[in-house]
């Protein structure tokens, strides 16, 4: 099984994703050490408030490379809120920021507005449900995942992907998808916090620590 890191560069609720993936029953390190992050046997990239001041924190730490790097290796990488959206090539978030480009598109705004035209809140915040946007979820976290589980969001962006074979799986807000979860390769990241999603938010911590 091996260590999972998690990076700890100053964006995330570190403490709480630690006690979910030990829970789970992974032994677990909180690092901000790039030689560390990049040998790591498997990596967690968690993340909250906005896209250009956690991004900042990557670079002001040489994080950005070394998170590139593990990657590359194909072992297996999870992104949580804001540190899914960086997975993307940029943020539309209070200006314009690079991401770290493993998936092609962009990180917008969620509308103001349901489907009907009427306004609804943003952030969007509270429990909601998925639907699967690849032929299977075999393999990945969502392996043991029922579509009728719901999972906590919280946020205000959302992912974009340019090439829908990189959604792993949607969410609805009042008529409207959003991405729930994307997927390249050994990479994979979702917009809520699995660490707060309950029973379900654990059996993915749990299938994740066994890829």
């Given amino acids: 099984m091996g260590?999972?890191?998690i990076v700890d560069y100053g964006?995330?609720?570190?403490?709480?994703?630690?006690?979910?993936?030990?829970?789970?029953?992974?032994?677990?390190?909180?690092?901000?050490?790039?030689?560390?992050?990049?040998?790591?046997?498997?990596?967690?990239?968690?993340?909250?408030?906005?896209?250009?001041?956690?991004?900042?924190?990557?670079?002001?730490?040489?994080?950005?490379?070394?998170?590139?790097?593990?990657?590359?290796?194909e072992r297996p990488f999870l992104g949580i809120c804001v540190g899914m959206q960086m997975m993307m090539q940029r943020s539309e978030e209070f200006g314009d920021h690079p991401g770290?480009?493993?998936?092609?598109?962009?990180?917008?705004?969620?509308?103001?507005?349901?489907?009907?035209?009427?306004?609804h809140p943003v952030p969007r915040v509270g429990w909601y449900t998925m639907t699967r946007r690849q032929a299977s979820w075999s393999g990945t976290l969502f392996?043991?995942?029922?579509?009728?589980?719901?999972?906590?969001?919280?946020?205000?962006?959302?992912?974009?992907?340019?090439?829908?074979?990189?959604?792993l799986a949607d969410s609805e807000y009042n008529g409207a998808s959003i991405t729930a979860a994307v997927i390249r390769d050994n990479a994979v990241g979702v917009q809520f916090h699995p660490e707060k999603s309950g029973p379900v938010g654990l059996r993915?911590?749990?299938?994740?620590?066994s890829l």
């Fill in 3 to 5: 260590t999972t890191v």
């Fill in 11 to 73: 964006s995330g609720n570190v403490f709480s994703v630690a006690r979910a993936l030990e829970t789970a029953g992974a032994s677990v390190l909180l690092s901000d050490a790039p030689d560390t992050i990049a040998n790591a046997d498997r990596l967690v990239l968690p993340g909250v408030g906005a896209f250009g001041a956690a991004w900042n924190l990557l670079v002001e730490k040489n994080l950005v490379e070394p998170i590139r790097k593990f990657i590359g290796t």
């Fill in 100 to 119: 770290l480009g493993i998936i092609e598109g962009v990180v917008k705004r969620i509308s103001g507005t349901r489907a009907d035209g009427e306004p």
């Fill in 143 to 167: 392996e043991n995942i029922d579509e009728s589980g719901a999972v906590y969001f919280v946020h205000s962006f959302a992912a974009q992907p340019s090439d829908s074979r990189n959604v």
């Fill in 204 to 209: 993915m911590m749990e299938k994740f620590i």
